[in-house]
């Protein structure tokens, strides 16, 4: 099979700048990333096909001149997704936007409480020398009272 | 009979179509989809008994001939997580017709595009488990997750915007790479028919059928959640309303589990890579239960449950054995049900209760004991616990690990066992928390835990002490997190009582709607009935396991002579 290598150097650009911009901050950045990536991977379903050729008329073509329709389908088929996932997202930026004045990818919950647990760890380290250095702090007697304090609730 | 393969992704697809038009006549629409539901079931049935008897089932839709148009295949393993989700599906449909979330209740959904968007998922989920295409595949994952985008955004809150926003872009990310590996497949072999590539991938250089393999299987350990690509899950799950978080926790990774079972087995039976998937299996096993056991809300730490046991099926495809695959497959059947079964119990906890995190439960077995015990037994069987279907599944694929016996094998085997113990300690922790302890306990513990390391504490109260990050009290570790959530709790009960509160004021709603208890006191009853006849299913998962291993029986199925 040969490669038109145009048509590959541009997918792979597209694909390229696609997830460089997929990393972004804002969604709608992230939006332009998306659409990108998907044209240019629409662009590498072309270089699969193979060598253009006439269009894929069988009344009209022969048969051996003809490029492979099969792929073209496929970019079809992912077009339409990719428009309906397009328009999904831009209405959730949108509603973002109308909801905390930003259309920015928010912190996942876990990420954000490993991080504050992070920041505690050097609070805490200070907090228990300190505690260490009062005199009536014996771990042991602690936790059997709070124990027998539930019980006799 | 091949007439009925089509039909568990038609009908709903169609039903989906007649529900969109009853959007004003909520009774009709409810109507239209549980009778799709109850064929969809019905149908799969039929289909199990018929595929049990031999060959699988093929159908050239369009009437094209072989090879030429798009194939649908129902096989023993299709057509068993068929059965599997159908049920599954129908239970939580019961279920959130008794929650309302049909536009009756207009708080949380405001159109009635819960029905018609329920339909095209589980269409989407059946019709992946139906491809015989890789196309047909990557558009049935399409029409799963645009269904599952929809359904996760429901309302348009922010905590499910913030959710869906992560969702949906790796699921696009996902989904663009299957693109790519798509566009790969069909330049290196010229087909994406799965019988053929199975006969073309073998004579392909090994560097192109690996590079092949790796992006396939990357592209599915996103939707199945194997670690290292499991983070999206456990924050976007639990923000969904409870039937929704089911029937995602239960059906989408295991449709990602199927894709990854049916490609490893059908199209690269030479090469299974098991040292990298047993590494991924015991990473997914050991991260996602420590993920869980440092949750203080049971939604949560279900999800990570989740990712974790998703190890357990990674594990038995890895071993690319009749005994690891026909493991992996009765697990999952097993997991599908008692995942949902969990998620739906905590929907009616919540509802009974007013809330699922462990700082304001308490006493729950008291105040519903029927709910304690239709978490009881699930949690359990998570855990592993015999006789229960969870312990069966676990056997059977500890012991095929063991039949493998290289190093590695043993020591995923060996994680596996300390991954039960440790769900078993989530599980028990959670139900000594919500269920057991009394509220008022709960209240004064959240109350003692924010007070924590206020000046003043004075003697001989019951104290806390605090160290590298942790408070002990007790038996009890609390993290810092915990404490700044009890905080949280307590800071805000003027409008977000705890349990204690909240029984103190009488203010909980004592009534749940019937069919929602029914729903998932039938899907428990399944969960045990898996325990019951675990003896036949194994036997069913054994010749399944058998089919996948012997790939001519597919191949010969879907391919006659004349059209190789």
């Not at chain 1, 998306?34 to 269009?55: E, H, K, R, T, Y």
């Not at chain 2, 339909?119 to 491809?131: K, S």
């Not at chain 2, 348009?156 to 497949?185: C, D, K, M, P």
């Not at chain 2, 069966?392 to 991954?419: D, F, W």
Request: net charge negative; proline share 5%; glycine share 8%.
């Amino acid at each position: 099979m040969t490669v038109d290598l145009t048509l590959l150097l541009t997918a792979a650009t597209m694909v390229g700048v696609g997830t460089y911009m997929l990393l972004e901050r804002s969604l709608t950045r992230v939006l332009i990333g998306l659409v990108m990536l998907s044209n240019g991977i629409n662009l590498g379903f072309l270089v699969a096909s193979g060598p253009a050729g006439d269009p894929p008329l069988l009344s009209r073509y022969d048969a051996a001149t003809i490029s492979d329709p099969l792929p073209q389908a496929f970019v079809l088929t992912a077009i339409v997704i990719t428009l309906g996932t397009v328009s999904f997202i831009l209405a959730m930026a949108y509603r973002s936007w109308q909801l905390t004045g930003a259309d920015d990818v928010q912190d996942d919950v876990e990420d954000a409480s490993i991080r504050r647990l992070a920041a505690a760890d050097e609070a805490s380290e200070g907090f228990d020398l300190g505690e260490s250095r009062s005199p009536d702090d014996e771990d042991d007697e602690i936790p059997e009272e709070l124990g027998r304090e539930r019980e006799t609730r | 009979m091949n007439l009925l393969v089509p039909l568990p992704v038609l009908l709903p697809l169609l039903g989906a179509g007649l529900a969109l038009m009853l959007t004003h006549r909520p009774h009709a629409q409810r109507a239209v989809t549980v009778v799709v539901l109850v064929m969809v079931v019905a149908i799969a049935g039929v289909l199990a008994y018929e595929t049990d008897k031999g060959a699988p089932l093929v159908v050239w839709i369009g009437a094209w001939d072989p090879p030429l148009g798009i194939s649908l295949v129902a096989d023993r393993l299709s057509v068993l997580m068929l059965l599997v989700s159908a049920v599954v599906a129908l239970a939580v449909l019961v279920y959130s017709i008794g929650q309302g979330m049909t536009g009756d209740d207009a708080e949380e959904t405001p159109v009635s595009i819960y029905h018609p968007t329920y339909l095209v998922l589980v269409a989407g989920v059946a019709n992946a488990f139906l491809a015989g295409d890789l196309f047909n595949l990557f558009v049935s994952f399409e029409m799963l997750l645009f269904a599952s985008y929809v359904l996760l955004t429901l309302g348009g809150t922010e905590g499910r915007i913030r959710a869906g926003t992560i969702y949906v872009v790796v699921n696009v990310l996902s989904s663009f790479l299957f693109l790519i590996s798509i566009a790969v497949v069909y330049a290196a072999t010229g087909t994406v028919n799965l019988a053929q590539l199975s006969e073309r991938l073998t004579v392909l250089p090994e560097g192109v059928a690996l590079i092949i393999q790796l992006l396939l299987l990357t592209t599915f350990a996103i939707k199945a959640a194997v670690f290292p690509l499991s983070f999206w899950l456990p924050d976007s799950y639990p923000t969904a309303p409870a039937p929704v978080t089911a029937v995602f926790a239960g059906l989408l990774t295991k449709v990602g589990v199927y894709a990854m079972l049916r490609t490893q087995t059908l199209l690269f039976p030479d090469q299974p890579l098991t040292t990298l998937l047993l590494w991924a299996a015991l990473l997914t096993m050991l991260i996602g239960i420590l993920g869980a056991i440092a949750q203080s809300d049971i939604k949560r730490m279900l999800s990570f449950t989740l990712v974790s046991h998703i190890g357990f099926m990674v594990f038995g495809i890895a071993l690319a054995t009749t005994a690891g695959f026909s493991g992996a497959i009765f697990y999952v059947a097993h997991h599908i049900t008692i995942q949902t079964a969990l998620f739906l119990v905590l929907g009616l906890v919540e509802r009974r209760a007013g809330s699922t995190s462990l700082l304001k439960l308490g006493g729950v077995a008291r105040l519903a004991p029927l709910l304690a015990v239709m978490f009881f037994i699930p949690a359990m069987n998570l855990a592993g616990i015999p006789p229960l279907s969870g312990f069966l599944g676990k056997v059977g694929l500890l012991s095929a690990g063991i039949e493998v016996g290289t190093p590695l094998a043993l020591a995923v085997v060996a994680a596996g066992t300390l991954t039960s113990l440790l769900t078993l300690y989530a599980v028990a922790k959670t139900w000594n928390l919500a269920f057991w302890r009394t509220p008022e306990q709960a209240h004064e513990m959240a109350h003692a835990i924010a007070a924590q390391d206020e000046e003043t504490v004075r003697h001989g109260e019951p104290r806390l002490v605090h160290r590298r990050n942790y408070v002990h009290g007790g038996s009890q570790r609390i993290d810092d997190l915990t404490i700044q959530q009890a905080r949280a709790t307590v800071a805000v009960e003027e409008d977000d009582p705890d349990l204690h509160e909240l029984l103190e004021k009488r203010l909980l709603d004592r009534h749940l709607p019937l069919s929602m208890t029914g729903a998932t006191a039938a899907l428990v009853a399944v969960s045990v009935a898996i325990t019951v006849v675990a003896g036949p299913l194994f036997g069913y998962t054994d010749r399944a396991a058998a089919n996948l291993l012997d790939r001519t029986v597919y191949v010969d199925a879907v391919l006659t002579e004349r059209t190789r």
